[in-house]
């Protein structure tokens, strides 16, 4: 078994960064977690990217190559964790968080959304092809499809009511 299609990263790039769980550097259906269970991460967290991307309105999965390269990473790091917390370590293991109750995955899905609304912009000049603009914002056009000019929906007192220039002088 793999990682899905709609995914980033690979159980080899987890194991790098969590070699002590691993046997002999990689996964298996002995460690813990399994081999299944770290792709099943991979998956989760890839699938928490994509639904944010999808929110910042992006086409998933990303094909263009730095993007796809930088959601690996986030998709790894997040897989990691949960492998340390399934062997009682990292982050989401310590006296704190656990007196907390602290949800790793409630933690996770916050931190990739957040990472997603940060890099958008420069997702978007790399070339990611982004469909929409974010869902949760008001969108608007400057032209229609001819290229000509549209004008704002709404104007300057266009309902009655009026506007100081504060750059005025008030003589």
């Known amino acids: ?20 769980f691993t046997a002999n550097g990689s996964f298996t259906t002995s460690t813990n977690p399994t081999l299944a269970e770290v792709e099943k991460h991979l998956d989760t967290a ?16 990303v094909t263009q190559a730095d993007v796809k390269l930088v959601l690996a990473g986030w998709a790894v790091r997040a897989a990691a964790d949960l492998v ?30 957040q990472e997603i609304e940060d890099a958008a912009p420069g997702f978007e000049a790399l070339g990611a092809e982004r469909l929409t603009g974010p869902l949760d914002t008001v969108d608007f056009r400057d032209g229609d499809d001819n290229g000509n000019d549209v004008p704002p929906l709404f104007q300057r007192n266009a309902f009655g009511n009026t506007t100081k220039d504060w750059n005025a002088s008030s003589n």
Do not use: C, H
């Open 46 to 61: 890839s699938a928490w990217l994509n639904t944010s991307l999808a929110k910042n309105g992006f086409k998933t999965p």
């Open 84 to 113: 340390q917390y399934a062997n009682s370590y990292g982050r989401f293991f310590t006296e704190k968080a656990l007196e907390r109750g602290i949800d790793p995955l409630r933690i996770l899905a916050r931190e990739l959304s």
């Open 1 to 20: 078994m793999a990682p899905g299609a709609n995914s980033y990263g690979t159980a080899a790039e987890v194991a790098a960064l969590t070699k002590r």
